[in-house]
């Protein structure tokens, strides 16, 4: 695709109730990140992957949280037992390349309102 | 661990410059990111630093001094459309951290 896609775009659930975050990054972009954004905050990082390696999971807030993508490509962030103080705007971006530097292409968001 | 520290918000005048500074601590240091984001939109990449010194690109420019732990994004000619929040960021092994983020009101 011509950038990175996350859906859903908005998620209302009860809490206590399980939810899946999607984002499918660029094509052929080998690192994928998670962030999640409270508003008037700068991006807090949660995890990231090198091709479909988890390299550092050291953001995710608790043991409910967790990330995957299997096949270097798409990947998925679980919550699970949602709590109301998980509500944010959760953010994907993904490089092109690991090493030395390259921008961070963002998505535009998943907004995760726990009732 | 990492941290950032930026002033929370700014104000300038349309037509003038200014200067959002950023001082890190990070126990290793890749480069200095800038990213601009406007209310409701995504972060989007403005500039990069890996050297000290200056880099431009047409009216913002980012410093960054490696020994000093801090770097500052300056824009020029403010226009209106700059009014946004702006975030610096640093890598280290590929592990983005972003600052809080400063909010520029421009006035007309």
């Known amino acids: ?115 | 661990g990492q941290s950032l520290e930026q002033p929370s918000e700014v104000t300038a005048v349309e037509g003038a410059i200014v200067q959002i500074n950023c001082t890190y601590q990070t126990s290793g240091f890749y480069g200095l990111s800038w990213y601009q984001q406007h209310d409701g939109g995504a972060p989007t990449f403005l500039s990069y630093n890996a050297l000290d010194g200056l880099e431009e690109t047409g009216r913002f420019s980012s410093f960054l001094s490696r020994s000093d732990s801090y770097g500052y994004l300056l824009l020029q000619e403010l226009q209106m459309k700059d009014s946004a929040s702006y975030f610096c960021a640093v890598g280290r092994d590929d592990k983005i951290i972003f600052g809080k983020g400063t909010r520029l009101h421009i006035l007309p």
């Open chain 1, 1 to 115: 695709g011509a950038g990175v896609s996350q859906s859903p775009r908005y998620k209302v659930t009860k809490r206590g109730q399980d939810v899946a975050l999607r984002c499918d990054p660029i094509s052929g972009h080998v690192s994928l990140y998670w962030y999640r954004q409270a508003l008037g905050q700068g991006p807090e990082f949660l995890t990231y992957f090198n091709y479909e390696a988890q390299q550092d999971k050291s953001g995710l807030p608790n043991d409910r949280f967790s990330a995957e993508r299997p096949e270097g490509s798409i990947s998925t962030l679980t919550i699970q037992r949602t709590e109301q103080r998980d509500s944010a705007m959760y953010r994907c971006a993904s490089r092109a390349n690991t090493g030395g530097y390259n921008e961070q292409f963002f998505g535009p968001g998943t907004r995760l309102t726990v009732l």
